[in-house]
């Protein structure tokens, strides 16, 4: 999700002095980030020994939030693919839950526990991407053939043991990265961000986008009890302070008010799409090209949502991908014979031909954007790192190589922590301990941590890991018996764990996490090792894809949400079994709805045509050798080559004016995958995007409200389409 970072002069970065020629100008930044970092320590102490970092009512009202997101996931994944993990909806409705009952509440709703609502709801959420609920297992079901050892239709005991099998090591091993990515090297991770700072506005706090530090602390904190201050001036923050809540107040209905009226409105046009189907696909563009090439629109607003939160330039990038591979590639491949079928089959028509144009590109832009995130500290830092080795092996000081890599401030770790656990009221004396650091020490050091009582500990960490890991390969075990061997198994999950690495630096730095890039990458390392001959090799190839991107998706994703409990002083280790329980009762729930959708509903079909699924039994295929149909491979070269060129342009532009213009491998890949009713609808999304943000310059946050409704009103409104499905209630 894109962030929102508001106006940016109203936060202040402590960790980043302003530069300047001057050296006094230097000298003054440095003591003003000495004490920016001194009141950093006394938010983060203050905030992390809140009761309310983990409680009942939070959990509770998290899981809510999180079974109404998880519907709309998986309904929106067997569709598109297309999945999020709406922070900033759930951070709002569970502010909007709770501030409905203020008086009614023992303890107020702090801005921690919002924290935890949106972690549980997000980490619940996201499982039926995370559990491969909405492509690997429709391949599995549907996609299979007999002579690749399918279709393998699992019962409900056995796909609820899969989703929980692949629901925790990824969690658990975010842990140990948050200290690398958030604390030493300070990624920015930007929903994470945004969402912070929504949940600080609504609160009345503030986060910043470099670190935590709080409102109320403009004055001299020593000067709090400075007895001079008249009563003027003590009435003027009265006036202050009840202007700031009113102004607080009419912010939070109003972005309540706006989810609540798109929501109905989407919902509305949900219910109607299933009187007349007919509003699914308008032929806007006549009937030919709707009847013979599939060019309808369908106008959904939910997709309309989803293409605003993504942005202008993947809109635009998705819709290139729709008019070359459906107004040029599949007219094509239909008039010279390559794909003689019926244009909507995947089998033998142009929709099926084109998938693998698709997928070329994808697994271009994959090698080459993945393979950038895992080199260029190598490059970057080679000269530390070969100093560092030699520093180790004169000094014969073996235990280095343990933390080599954390730099500078790997060293200095051990002395924050102890700086971190110091009590608010010594924060004085804290302060004097940064004056014996020098101005670049200071620079280098690392954010301020959480108390160490309020982390993770690291036997915490390392027990759960070794026990999430050995469950994931018993389940796997358990669930398809010899057809995956343990060998594949093992190493399917500690590849996992290595590509979720390269997964969570992606998403600090673009707010992109690339799981289908990562699960690619799986699906091709897994085709070497694994001999073509083995007729359980697409199987194998699936399984171990799944378990990737299983990874991959949950560190990610609950980094988000320890950037935003970091920004907001919120306990690491509440945050951690909060995202644990989300995932279990995500993966239990998530195996439910995908039954209860799969045995109402044709799938693949009409509504259900599970794109993803097509895709990751494509590339099973493609990587294990199978046949391609005639010409595909040739266009599918050409493809991956011109893409792996436009991806290294987009490195390389990163920052620059033109990088939008550059098209992206994977927002293209889906435009092609798709069908253009999707596609054009999300276009219009963008473009909604683009006109309120670039040309009216406006803030984020309402749009992001308001495609959330959108999102969610049909989302939990197809849960009525699916109870009518079911009983059979008469439609056109």
């Not at 053939?145 to 975010?174: H, M, R, T």
């Amino acid at each position: 999700m894109a962030p929102d970072r508001g106006d940016s002069q109203d936060y202040q970065s402590i960790s980043t002095p302003p530069s300047t020629s001057r050296r006094d100008e230097a000298s003054d930044g440095t003591e003003e980030l000495r004490r920016r970092r001194s009141n950093a320590r006394r938010f983060i102490a203050s905030h992390a020994s809140e009761g309310q970092n983990f409680t009942v009512r939070g959990i509770l009202v998290g899981l809510g939030v999180g079974l109404v997101i998880c519907f709309s996931n998986m309904y929106f994944g067997l569709q598109t693919g297309w999945v999020s993990t709406m922070s900033m909806p759930a951070s709002l409705i569970g502010f909007a839950f709770f501030k409905t009952l203020s008086k009614h509440l023992d303890l107020p709703f702090t801005p921690v526990e919002n924290v935890l609502v949106q972690s549980v709801a997000g980490s619940m959420g996201t499982m039926p991407l995370g559990c491969g609920l909405v492509g690997v297992m429709p391949a599995l079901n549907y996609m299979l053939e007999p002579e690749e050892q399918g279709p393998i239709v699992l019962g409900l005991p056995k796909l609820i043991l899969w989703s929980l099998g692949l629901c925790f090591f990824g969690v658990v091993f975010a842990v140990p990265l948050r200290r690398q990515v958030i604390i030493r090297e300070k990624l920015k991770f930007p929903s994470g961000t945004a969402t912070a700072l929504m949940i600080g506005v609504l609160h009345g706090k503030e986060a910043t986008a470099d670190g935590p530090i709080c409102r109320t602390t403009s004055r001299d904190p020593t000067s709090q009890d400075d007895s001079t201050q008249s009563y003027s001036n003590i009435d003027e923050r009265s006036a202050d302070v009840e202007e700031l809540t009113k102004n607080q107040t009419s912010s939070w209905q109003s972005r309540v008010r706006l989810l609540i009226i798109s929501f109905v409105i989407s919902g509305l046009y949900t219910l109607a799409t299933y009187f007349f189907p007919i509003l699914r696909n308008l032929p806007v563009f006549g009937f030919t090209l709707a009847e013979s090439w599939l060019w309808t629109l369908n106008p959904s607003l939910a997709y309309v949502g989803q293409g605003i939160i993504m942005g202008p330039a993947t809109t635009l990038h998705m819709l290139l991908g729709a008019i070359v591979g459906w107004g040029l590639l599949s007219p094509l491949a239909k008039n010279r014979g390559w794909a003689p079928g019926p244009v909507d089959t995947w089998e033998r028509g142009s929709k099926g031909w084109i998938v693998w144009v698709s997928l070329a590109i994808m697994l271009a832009d994959s090698i080459v954007s993945l393979g950038y995130i895992a080199l260029r500290p190598l490059v970057m830092h080679s000269g530390e790192y070969a100093e560092s080795i030699r520093r180790i092996i004169r000094k014969r000081d073996w235990k280095g190589f343990l933390h080599l890599g954390s730099g500078k401030s790997g060293g200095d770790y051990a002395l924050l922590r102890e700086e971190v656990s110091t009590p608010p009221e010594e924060t004085r004396s804290s302060f004097q301990e940064d004056l014996i650091v020098s101005d670049e020490e200071i620079k280098g050091l690392p954010e301020p941590d959480a108390p160490p009582e309020h982390l993770v500990n690291d036997s915490t960490v390392w027990v759960g890991l070794v026990l999430s890991v050995v469950f994931c390969i018993a389940s796997i075990r358990v669930v398809f018996g010899a057809l995956v061997p343990f060998y594949a198994i093992i190493i399917a999950v500690f590849m996992a764990l290595v590509l979720s690495i390269m997964g969570v630096r992606a998403l600090g730095e673009t707010d992109l996490n690339p799981v289908s890039g990562i699960s690619k990458l799986a699906q091709l390392f897994f085709a070497i090792i694994i001999p073509q001959s083995n007729k359980n090799s697409v199987l194998i190839n699936l399984v171990a894809g799944a378990v990737s991107e299983a990874g991959a998706m949950q560190a990610g994703d609950l980094m988000q949400d320890l950037k935003t409990g970091h920004l907001l002083g919120a306990a690491p280790n509440a945050q951690f079994w909060g995202g644990v329980i989300g995932s279990a009762f995500g993966a239990v729930i998530s195996a439910l709805i995908y039954r209860l959708y799969t045995s109402v509903y044709e799938v693949p079909g009409d509504l259900f045509q599970v794109p993803t699924g097509h895709v990751w039994i494509f590339t099973a295929r493609l990587v294990t050798g199978k046949g391609l149909p005639t010409m595909a491979w040739q266009w599918a070269l050409g493809a991956a080559i011109v893409f792996t060129f436009t991806t290294v342009a987009r490195i390389l532009g990163t920052g620059k004016r033109w990088h939008p213009y550059i098209p992206g491998g994977i927002a293209v890949a889906v435009g092609m995958y798709n069908v253009p009713s999707f596609t054009l609808a999300r276009a219009i999304g963008g473009m909604v995007n683009w006109y309120w943000r670039s040309y009216r310059r406006k803030g984020e946050t309402p749009l992001v409200v308001l495609a959330s409704g959108l999102i969610l009103g049909e989302g939990v409104m197809s849960i009525v389409n699916l109870l009518l499905a079911s009983a059979n209630v008469p439609h056109r």
